[in-house]
């Protein structure tokens, strides 16, 4: 089968990448690219993986096309959410870069209408591609750590001054932008917190209105959190996952971007691992090969040979933890 597709947007930090599975995938004819800003779609144009797709004259053209049935969502986050609204609108299928906007009524009125009318929404989280972070979650889910009491996932960049500029949009700075990657894991594993509390702080004073060094705390019943998210660690980067149970804990080893070994710490031999601590190997990926490995599920949904990762729920539960920790909705026991 072939899948027609098509995308909206280029502003994205992962929006070339996304292009490239696209182009790469055996079943993918990619339509062509709309980009709204004259500007960036001059900046892009003839550039990387965008220089011989076609461009449309307007988005009519493209959400218009019925022979469409696809479109990766890949607009700056203050542009996406509205993207994927109009892509669901006209009835097609989203691959939808993270963060699902800071409207939390308008994205829970495009998962409603995607439900209603049996299209897909994919969001961008790659990391659920990732062998180490598969892994960890599979052992999690299974038992093998026992009852999960903490997390912690450390997931920080480096960014310039102009970058801090664009984000600082959004409250919550650098949390807003990064932070849904762990929190997709942490909810994975634990569910919905019952109360989050973030720490937005701009330390750096480069750009005032940014967030730049920032921590989440998620509270559950018998758990806690810990997501940190800086804007001003030194490269490279030293990114890291921990799942602490009862009957042990596993630690995804810095950095985790492409992963090497998992610190497996067992109570007890089980499942044929041994007593007390072990390092696991983790078959490394590039950030491109997680591209494509999101991209080959979405296809795979699709062409019903597979069924979703994550369920709609799911989505909007990231979603949702995302705004109620940086503050664009109220966070309650009850919210």
Known sequence: MTIRMAQYGTGHGHAEGKLLSMLNHPEVDVVGVFEPNEERRKQVQGTGAYEHVHWFKDVDEMLGDPSIVAVSSEGWNVESLDFSEAIVNAGKHVWYDKPAGQDWPQWQRVVARAQADGTYIQ???????????????????????????????????????????????HQGGIFYDLAGHMLDQVVWLLGRPLRTTGFLHNHSGAVPAFADNTLGVLEYEQALAFVDISAL?????????????????????????????????????????AKGEQLIPVTPQSRQELYDLEMAAFVDVLAGRRPPDRLPEHELLVQETLLRTTGHIADALTA
């Not at 903490?150 to 949009?169: C, D, F, G, K």
């Not at 990114?239 to 007890?268: N, T």
């Open 123 to 169: 969001m961008g989280y790659m990391f659920r591609y990732h062998n180490g972070f598969r892994q960890i979650a599979a052992w999690s889910r299974a038992g093998l750590l026992g009852t999960i009491h903490s997390v912690r996932a450390h997931m920080s960049t480096n960014l310039s001054n102009a970058q801090r500029e664009v984000i600082s949009v």
């Open 233 to 273: 660690e030194p490269r490279p980067m030293a990114r890291r996952f921990e799942v602490y149970g009862s009957f042990g804990s596993a630690i995804l080893l810095e950095p985790f971007e492409p992963g090497h070994a998992i610190r497996l710490c067992l109570e007890e031999a089980a499942d044929g691992y």
